[in-house]
T-cell receptor, first 116, second 110 residues
Framework: DAGVIQSPRHEVTEMGQEVTLRCKPISGHDYLFWYRQTMMRGLELLIYFNNNVPIDDSGMPEDRFSAKMPNASFSTLKIQPSEPRDSAVYFC??????????????FGPGTRLTVL | GQNIDQPTEMTATEGAIVQINCTYQTSGFNGLFWYQQHAGEAPTFLSYNVLDGLEEKGRFSSFLSRSKGYSYLLLKELQMKDSASYLCAVKSGGSYIPTFGRGTSLIVHP
């Protein structure tokens, strides 16, 4: 299995530009999660999907952030317009269950975003 | 809400044993995870505890006391490659989504 795939691995952009991060979950996994990691705040859940439907987006910081999952094998996280404080590592993770004894999340390699 | 506390950084010597503690305050505890994250890489699953006691897996063990809101990760026979951040994550309040602590950066030196 290829694992969770994210692209790009690194993104450097200027303030005000639109940024789109992409994720392909592990085949067969019904749950997809977007996280943001910074030194100050650690690993924070932004949003998660179940069977392509957004379930909880309470972690999305503001309206500049949006996420979609048009099908079971693809999701995007978009920031428009981007700001320097959005600089972080963004992780996508997937899981084949929730509530089971070992509902492990499998993380992608992350996208390191720098907004200048 | 939840409050998860871990030491920010620890150092240890190759071949030694180290214990990384995690304390939490939460309602409706539902399970606790430990993840390992090497610098510049993704978190990877290490262990899961939902009942009190010790779970052993090779050189790594994880302990849970639900009444004390306390867990630890025990790493034996430390190797240089164990230098990483160790994240404690807690499920609670009917949610199946774990909340992550800030992580403990472990530095193993020769």
């Amino acid at each position: 299995d290829a694992g969770v795939i994210q692209s790009p691995r690194h993104e450097v952009t200027e303030m005000g530009q639109e940024v789109t991060l992409r994720c392909k979950p592990i085949s067969g996994h019904d749950y997809l999660f977007w996280y943001r990691q910074t030194m100050m705040r650690g690993l924070e859940l932004l949003i998660y999907f179940n069977n392509n439907v957004p379930i909880d987006d309470s972690g999305m910081p503001e309206d500049r952030f949006s996420a979609k999952m048009p099908n079971a094998s693809f999701s995007t996280l978009k920031i428009q317009p981007s700001e320097p404080r959005d600089s972080a590592v963004y992780f996508c993770a997937s899981s084949d269950s929730l509530g089971a004894r070992t509902d492990t999340q499998y993380f992608g390699p992350g996208t390191r975003l720098t907004v200048l | 809400g939840q409050n998860i506390d871990q030491p920010t950084e620890m150092t240890a010597t190759e071949g030694a044993i180290v214990q990384i503690n995690c304390t939490y305050q939460t309602s409706g505890f539902n399970g606790l995870f430990w993840y390992q994250q090497h610098a510049g890489e993704a978190p990877t699953f290490l262990s899961y505890n939902v009942l009190d006691g010790l779970e052993e897996k090779g050189r790594f063990s994880s302990f849970l006391s639900r009444s004390k809101g306390y867990s630890y990760l025990l790493l034996k026979e430390l190797q240089m490659k164990d230098s990483a951040s160790y994240l404690c994550a807690v499920k609670s309040g009917g949610s199946y989504i774990p909340t992550f602590g800030r992580g403990t950066s472990l530095i193993v030196h020769p």
